[in-house]
């Protein structure tokens, strides 16, 4: 079973616009929430986290925004540029173990 | 130059056949893991190791091994390939931070089984 689920699977945004990446997760036990980034040949890398106690967190153009009565959070990447075209995780721990989601893989396009 | 490197970076292997994956990491960190990438699955966990003692099943361990050769190689066995394993598999480490621990995952081997 698919204890984080994220949506949408792709996703494609014009140069500029707003890209939005839901998640949701089941285990109250999780207690980070991070999101990683992975572009075509690498391996994903740490993009930005949140802890539980925080409703939003934000950094440069991306930001964490969190609900945690609904137990759900998302990435928003503000002002998208094409170097922003990969694949984003979103993750949830318990310490020393990551549940990833399925990924989306984010295209934006000029 | 890489904290965590993986070799093969490409293998092509035959079904029944024995294949090993291996992970080195300059990092110092106590905490290895391998993982398999599938498209519209993410990423699972297959096996991890929080010292050189000490080895865990993931979610996903049926017909795969590992074995902690030392602090800094991690190394994942195929003991008899199926093409339902051919996959993207990444090896990371971390270092225990409490909740706010990081893994770093080297550049990923791509296996294919036929």
């Known amino acids: 079973q698919q204890q984080v689920k994220q949506s949408p699977q792709s996703l494609i945004v014009q140069k500029g616009g707003i890209s939005i990446i839901n998640c949701a997760y089941e285990?109250?036990?999780?207690?980070?929430f991070p999101w990683y980034q992975q572009f075509p040949g690498k391996g994903p890398a740490l993009l930005i986290a949140?802890?539980?106690?925080?409703s939003e967190k934000k950094e440069g153009r991306f930001t964490i925004s969190f609900n945690k009565s609904a137990k759900q959070f998302s990435l928003h990447i503000m002002d998208s540029q094409p170097g922003d075209s990969a694949t984003y995780f979103c993750?949830?721990?318990?310490?020393?173990?990551?549940?990833f989601g399925t990924g989306t893989r984010l295209t934006i396009i000029p | 130059d890489a904290d965590v490197t993986q070799t093969p970076r490409n293998r092509i292997t035959k079904t029944g056949k024995r294949i090993m994956l291996e992970c080195s990491q300059t990092k110092g960190h106590d905490r290895m893991y391998w993982y398999r990438q599938d498209p519209g699955l993410g990423l699972r966990l297959i096996y991890y190791?929080?010292?050189?003692?000490?080895?865990n099943k993931g979610e996903i361990s049926d017909g795969y091994s590992v074995s902690r050769q030392a602090q800094a190689k991690f190394s994942l066995s195929l003991e008899s390939a199926i093409p339902n394993q051919t996959a993207l598999y990444f090896c990371?480490?971390?270092?225990?931070?409490?909740?706010?621990?990081?893994?770093?995952f080297g550049p990923g081997t791509r296996l294919l089984v036929l």
């Open positions: 990371a480490t971390s270092s225990p931070l409490g909740p706010q621990e990081t893994q770093y």
């Open positions: 993750a949830a721990t318990i310490p020393g173990k990551l549940t």
């Open positions: 190791s929080f010292d050189v003692k000490d080895i």
């Open positions: 285990n109250t036990a999780f207690d980070y």
């Open positions: 949140i802890r539980p106690d925080v």
